[in-house]
């Protein structure tokens, strides 16, 4: 369940906090390998929804990939914040609106989604927890549930798995896309299904 937030934290994430958050990340304040917006969207919602905890101080640093230049504390704390915000906000919609969680995902000029970022920031996330993550992978009935967002994860010579004519390719990716919330919102059930209940005193 998400946590009951402390005084003065975000508790909705705005866009004005997204555009926020996008512009620093991009900066030249930013580390050069840090995560942006859509990659750091798919990683905060893999650790939010996987099998274990991850507490903060260790996935955090992977967010940079270096060391963050913050102009001043302030400016520290509302990043971070936006960030913890968001975290906490996956967790709020999966577990008392589903239906309302939406990916952060790169559009096109076409307004069509552009999921790679993202599904390979949830794979970073993966693997944090790799062997965690393995039940759902190995499961005959549920782990087609992953495949709309396996199907962006490239190959060791960073190539898509399929091969496949352009266009087809494009129309696939498109339709996977736009399957990725119903995906997580399955992804997110299945751990919660095998989370022991807890008794109460």
């Given at each position: 369940m998400?946590?009951?937030?402390?005084?003065g934290?975000?508790?909705?994430?705005?866009?004005?906090?997204?555009?926020?958050?996008?512009?620093?990340?991009?900066?030249?304040?930013?580390?050069?390998?840090?995560m942006?917006l859509?990659?750091l969207?798919?990683?905060?919602?893999?650790?939010?929804?996987?099998?274990?905890?991850?507490?903060?101080?260790?996935?955090?640093?992977?967010?940079w990939?270096?060391?963050?230049?913050?102009a001043?504390?302030?400016?520290a704390?509302?990043?971070?914040?936006?960030?913890s915000?968001?975290?906490?906000?996956?967790?709020?919609?999966?577990?008392q609106?589903p239906?309302?969680?939406?990916?952060?995902?790169?559009?096109?000029?076409?307004?069509?989604?552009?999921?790679?970022?993202?599904?390979?920031g949830?794979?970073?996330?993966?693997?944090?927890?790799?062997?965690a993550?393995?039940p759902?992978?190995?499961?005959?009935?549920?782990?087609?549930?992953?495949?709309p967002?396996?199907?962006?994860w490239q190959?060791?010579?960073?190539?898509?798995?399929?091969?496949?004519?352009?266009?087809?390719?494009?129309?696939?990716?498109?339709?996977?896309?736009?399957?990725?919330?119903t995906?997580?919102?399955?992804?997110?059930?299945?751990?919660?299904?095998?989370?022991?209940?807890?008794?109460?005193?």
């Amino acid at each position: 369940m998400p946590r009951v937030p402390e005084p003065g934290e975000i508790v909705e994430v705005t866009e004005e906090d997204l555009a926020f958050l996008e512009a620093f990340l991009m900066s030249d304040r930013a580390p050069e390998d840090s995560m942006l917006l859509s990659d750091l969207d798919g990683f905060l919602t893999a650790i939010a929804i996987g099998p274990e905890p991850v507490a903060p101080d260790e996935w955090l640093p992977l967010v940079w990939n270096g060391r963050p230049d913050f102009a001043s504390p302030d400016e520290a704390k509302r990043v971070v914040g936006i960030i913890s915000a968001r975290y906490d906000e996956i967790l709020r919609l999966l577990t008392q609106s589903p239906e309302d969680f939406a990916p952060i995902f790169w559009q096109d000029d076409d307004g069509e989604p552009i999921a790679l970022d993202w599904a390979e920031g949830f794979l970073d996330g993966i693997r944090l927890r790799a062997d965690a993550w393995t039940p759902l992978f190995e499961s005959k009935e549920d782990s087609v549930v992953i495949t709309p967002i396996a199907a962006f994860w490239q190959d060791e010579d960073d190539e898509p798995p399929a091969d496949l004519d352009p266009a087809d390719e494009a129309k696939m990716l498109l339709e996977a896309a736009q399957l990725i919330p119903t995906s997580i919102v399955a992804i997110f059930r299945f751990w919660r299904r095998r989370r022991p209940v807890k008794k109460k005193k």
